[in-house]
């Protein structure tokens, strides 16, 4: 084995499931059916099951970028509609809202999760607010209910950007909530590295909106009801069957594969604490009700990007998301973002370093980190 610790290495889960995805392979290359089709519908039924929707409420399309765009496209934003979203976050969430012509509105950050401050959400709600649009990052859910019903009264649709979060839930009152299924509509990735990651780009929307469901199953194929009939100007925006019937083969092995990463989170703290680090560094916080799925495990430290070439050095991969939020990147200047704006976000954009976590790592490989992290900072 390679001496280097990777951020991420796929080809571990890959190795429990060769055989399958190559039999799955092998059966779409046989079909020579390539886009949409059984495979897909087949891979959305069983997201179906999984996140216990209805029938109907999964479409898969080309990527996680289209499924925010498709999902705020079904909710008829556009010029003119503010949707207010986090400022830290991939690009795609608040480029998805600009490519539509409307305006991101960024509200703060909570610093114990990385996640959306809620009561600066509510306070950047407008009578132009038409969505709002949360990130459960890194793989920990927004607790959505209360906001939920001040948005509803308010005729502000909520589109969930769950890209990092597939799985991940919270429990609310007596059911268990997954990330994706609260909201208008729900959005996932399935580019590579996703923790349900295919063999390229893929996404879906969700929503229980049996109309709103239809709507984004015409957007996908440019707007198409019948063959050649248009009813609107949509995308071309499907997910392809390979990607569907090897998202099929990983589904199944998604609930271990995510108890695995909470293992990892779990030895991660207990190597920090038993060096005595935890005063300088910040592990992440599992908020009370939410099951986090590690999809990223981002600690904070002082003097980041030194810790960040020392690790390096000794072999260990570590990376940044995000050395700048979203309020200040180049492309969006032209909202008069200003450094100060979401002080909580800028200082996590010093501060954050994501460890590697990933299903397979292994205790002896995280030792090694905490104790070139508990070296540099002796
Ligand atoms: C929070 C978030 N939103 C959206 C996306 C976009 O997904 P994709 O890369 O599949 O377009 C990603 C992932 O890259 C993401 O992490």
């Known amino acids: 084995m390679n001496d280097r610790l990777p951020i991420l290495d796929l080809s571990r889960a890959y190795a429990e499931i060769r055989d399958e995805v190559r039999g799955a392979l092998e059966r779409v290359f046989e079909a020579q059916s390539f886009i949409l089709g059984r495979e897909v519908r087949t891979f959305e039924e069983h997201v179906e099951s999984y996140l216990e929707l209805p029938e109907g409420s999964a479409i898969g399309c080309a990527s996680g970028t289209d499924a925010l765009i498709l999902a705020l496209m079904a909710l008829g934003v556009g010029p003119g509609d503010e949707v207010v979203t986090t400022p830290y976050s991939f690009f795609a969430t608040a480029g998805a809202v600009v490519r539509l012509g409307a305006r991101p509105v960024f509200a703060d950050i909570d610093p114990a999760t990385g996640n959306i401050d809620l009561a600066e959400a509510e306070r950047r709600l407008t ?39 597939f799985g991940a839930w919270r429990r609310v009152e007596n059911r268990i909530a997954r990330a994706g299924t609260t909201g208008d509509v729900g959005c996932y990735s399935f580019f590579p590295t996703k923790n349900l990651g295919g063999c390229g780009d893929g996404g879906m929307v969700v929503t229980r909106d049996a109309e709103r469901a239809e709507r984004l199953r015409r957007l996908r194929v440019h707007g198409e009801g019948r063959t050649y009939f248009h009813e609107e100007v949509g995308l071309n925006s499907r997910l392809d069957a390979l990607q569907a019937a090897v998202l099929d083969v990983k589904l199944p092995h998604l ?57 390096d050095g000794l072999g260990l991969t570590t990376r940044v998301y995000y050395p700048l ?54």
């Open 127 to 165: 009578p132009r607010t038409k969505a709002f649009l949360p990130v459960h990052l890194f793989g920990q859910t927004v607790p959505l209910e209360g906001i939920s019903e001040l948005c509803a009264k308010r005729g502000v649709a909520i589109v969930e950007d769950a890209a990092q979060a």
């Open 255 to 311: 609930e271990r594969w995510n108890a695995d990463r909470r293992l990892c989170a779990d030895r991660y703290r207990l190597f920090f604490e038993s060096r005595g680090l935890t005063d300088r560094v910040v592990l992440p916080e599992e908020l009370s009700g939410n099951h986090h799925i590690y999809h990223q495990y981002v600690v904070r430290v002082p003097d980041r990007d030194r810790l960040m070439a020392h690790l």
């Open 325 to 378: 939020p979203l309020h200040l990147q180049p492309c969006f200047a032209f909202l008069g973002g200003r450094p100060g704006d979401c002080p909580q976000a800028e200082r996590l954009s010093q501060e954050a370093l994501a460890l590697p976590i990933f299903p397979g790592l292994e205790a002896e490989e995280q030792e090694r980190l905490v104790e070139a992290v508990a070296v540099f900072m002796a």
